[in-house]
């Protein structure tokens, strides 16, 4: 993309309205606008990392195994009746009645929806077990929606549910979100960490939040730091394997770590001192095992092998789509802007021409702007008639994590300068050695995508 066609409308002074970096950052870089309290429009900047994070979630998901499909934003009340829960969500729930005064609502989460399409179409044990999932927009009419897109009103969240025959069936589905999760949340450049929670008004018993420590976060979390030590790495799990699933749940959650809900003073007494955390987290994803509770007031049975009719059991699991922009900021900035890891940036790396109209300058620009393209990467050139300050204000806002510089004088040399956004580091290099030295990082990132339906 070149910068001159894009649209980019970054603010030069801090918006009084935002309380917490990422929110400001956000409206800085020209990522979103307000559009009412809760409610934004993702502008291109914002857009592009908000698919790029759904992409991420839809190849892990597929990976796991889980089937995608779209859902409506607006369900009717009569199956929210069923469950029982039309009456019990109260005032965050946005009702709303169509011309022929029939109640919908706008989703909030879509249990009893998937049940129905799961119960009208599936009767035998044998199409079990199956996970389906989707990523669509939800709302919420939080009481005290703040920090931009952390907590809004409306926001898009990846819910997914599964369906099994038995309990331990399920629970190996839980487990095999979990161990998803976590490959999930590291290719975005996150640490998440599964803590004990409650299960609120989705219900369960085993129920798990996924948290990025940040001091803005709006759950107070107590935990033991060693499990700040594990990290998923690049293991091969096989998602069937009971075992293999069963044991990262093991590694992952035998350390304590659980939110304020629920906490335990005296188990927590037992961690030696030193290793005892408390401190503060954004959620950034759900898990749940919940049973039966949906499937049997609305009759989502299955034929099991004796011949008799059983309520499947299930569980939901939820990604904070949206709001993973916000975590990803909160733990990746500094004074300049936004840091993006590799992962989720908008774009791979900026091209910074110093001296817009020169030939051989902006010759060398295009010649590395479409070799980076021709590579599979996706460069933004800075090809704006403008103060080198300005172009380099604008990169270290946005946060690509390269930059790579041309000018004249550096050209004389057949040199350009490469950057690293996080370190400050640069490098004077020869054209083609910038390139290749950015194919050798993208490449294992972009090996990690897998093929998505
Ligand atoms: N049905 C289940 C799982 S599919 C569910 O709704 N779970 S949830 O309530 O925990 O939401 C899933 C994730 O959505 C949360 O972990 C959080 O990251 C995100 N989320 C929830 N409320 C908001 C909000 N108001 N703004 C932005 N993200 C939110």
Not at 184 to 206: F, V, W
Not at 378 to 401: C, Q, V
């Amino acid at each position: 993309m070149r910068l001159s066609r894009y649209f980019l409308p970054v603010l030069k002074e801090d918006p009084k309205e935002a309380q917490i970096v990422s929110h400001r950052l956000m409206l800085r870089a020209g990522m979103i606008k307000q559009q009412a309290a809760g409610i934004y429009s993702w502008l291109p900047l914002g857009y592009k990392v908000l698919k790029r994070i759904e992409q991420i979630v839809h190849e892990e998901q597929q990976r796991a195994g889980h089937v995608p499909l779209l859902m409506p934003t607006l369900q009717s009340a009569d199956l929210w009746r069923e469950s029982g829960r039309y009456d019990d969500y109260g005032e965050e729930m946005l009702r709303i009645k169509d011309r022929h005064k029939r109640d919908l609502l706008y989703g909030p989460t879509n249990e009893e929806m998937i049940t129905d399409i799961f119960r009208s179409n599936v009767s035998s044990y044998k199409d079990l077990p199956l996970t389906l999932y989707h990523i669509q927009w939800k709302f919420r009419d939080e009481i005290r929606p703040r920090f931009g897109v952390m907590r809004g009103r409306e926001f898009l969240m990846k819910d997914g549910y599964n369906f099994d025959l038995t309990k331990e069936d399920a629970l190996h589905a839980y487990n095999r979100h979990l161990v998803s999760y976590l490959r999930t949340y590291e290719r975005m450049g996150l640490q998440a960490i599964p803590m004990r929670a409650d299960g609120g008004p989705i219900g369960g018993d085993y129920t798990h939040e996924f948290l990025v420590l940040a001091e803005t976060g709006e759950s107070e979390v107590f935990y033991d730091s060693q499990i700040t030590d594990l990290t998923f790495g690049d293991r091969q799990i096989n998602y069937d394997s009971v075992e293999e699933c069963q044991a990262v749940l093991e590694e992952f959650t035998s350390r304590y770590a659980r939110t304020d809900e629920t906490h335990d003073e005296a188990v927590f007494a037992q961690i030696p001192e030193e290793r005892r955390r408390t401190a503060r987290g954004i959620e950034v994803g759900q898990i749940f095992y919940f049973g039966t509770k949906y499937s049997e007031p609305m009759g989502a049975t299955v034929v099991g092998p004796d011949g008799n009719r059983v309520p499947v059991h299930m569980g939901s699991h939820g990604i904070g789509v949206s709001r993973l922009l916000g975590a990803i900021i909160e733990a990746n900035h500094d004074d300049k802007g936004i840091i993006w890891p590799e992962g989720v940036t908008p774009f791979h790396v900026g091209i910074v021409n110093l001296k817009q109209g020169d030939v051989s300058t902006d010759s060398a620009c295009e010649a590395i702007y479409n070799e980076l393209r021709t590579r599979g990467m996706d460069p933004l050139y800075d090809d704006r008639d403008e103060r080198a300050g300005a172009k380099f204000a604008t990169m270290d806002l946005i946060g690509l994590p390269w930059r790579i510089t041309v000018g004249p004088r550096g050209l004389a040399n057949n040199k350009v300068e490469l950057t690293d956004r996080r370190s400050g580091e640069s490098q004077e290099l020869s054209p083609q050695e910038a390139v290749e030295r950015l194919s050798k990082i993208y490449q294992p990132i972009f090996a990690l995508s897998a093929p998505t339906a």
